[in-house]
């Protein structure tokens, strides 16, 4: 198999605070995970591609420094959303890579509502 | 530009009422084409991976096709818990990373 947990699995908070979000492949290691975001009744959006031990690729128009990643280890992904707006409001979903297929596990997903 | 199409975007059938999903694609290079089923506020479950053109995999009631142009999800007698949006995306020739280009997802809808 090959499970991906989130962490949380759901959030509320208020605006102009940060939130962290944690991925983590359970049984497998990662050495690219990925981060999206998914609105309502839409497809999955990539947000950016997490490496191991470097720095993330965002996609264009994903601001930087609003959503931080770190990709500490072979096993998790973290995502840092600064200074939450309620426009930042969505389900946010991470993956890992398994094999030489490069097979996409996902997590369950957190919801984050900006109050 | 490397681009995905799903096909329809909404499917309703009765129970025991096969059918199919369309997955288009223009890609340079493919180097897989994967199939996702996603349940209402869950992340995707992975399905099936294609790589050639002729190739075909199965899972229960769920088979998948694939030709140069476009992969096909086939359902045979589906059951309500067959119930979910399922997405389309391709890995293309670009990509040294594993990044994926989805399709919309068609959201299809089985009743008893």
């Known amino acids: 198999g090959a499970v991906v947990s989130q962490h949380p699995s759901w959030v509320i908070c208020k605006s102009g605070t940060s939130v962290k979000i944690e991925c983590r492949s359970l049984d497998f290691q990662a050495t690219t995970m990925f981060w999206y975001r998914q609105f309502p009744k839409q497809s999955l959006m990539l947000m950016a591609t997490s490496n191991e031990g470097s720095k993330a690729t965002y996609e264009q128009g994903v601001e930087k420094d609003k959503f931080l990643i770190n990709h500490a280890s072979l096993t998790l992904s973290t995502l840092t959303v600064t200074s939450a707006h309620p426009e930042d409001s969505s389900f946010y979903i991470c993956s890992g890579c398994k094999g030489q297929g490069y097979e996409q596990y996902f997590g369950p997903g957190t919801r984050l509502t900006v109050t | 530009e490397d681009q995905v199409t799903q096909s329809p975007e909404a499917l309703r059938l009765q129970e025991g009422e096969s059918s199919s999903l369309n997955c288009s694609y223009t890609v340079s290079g493919l180097r897989g084409l994967f199939w996702y089923r996603q349940d209402p506020g869950k992340g995707p479950e992975f399905l099936f991976t294609l790589y050639s053109a002729g190739e075909e995999k199965e899972k229960e009631r769920l088979k998948a096709t694939l030709t140069k142009k476009e992969s096909f999800l086939h359902i045979t007698a589906p059951k309500p818990e067959d119930s979910a949006t399922y997405l389309c995306?391709?890995?293309?020739?670009?990509?040294?990373?594993?990044?994926?280009?989805f399709g919309q997802g068609t959201t299809l809808q089985v009743k008893p």
């Open positions: 995306a391709v890995r293309p020739g670009s990509s040294n990373t594993g990044k994926l280009i």
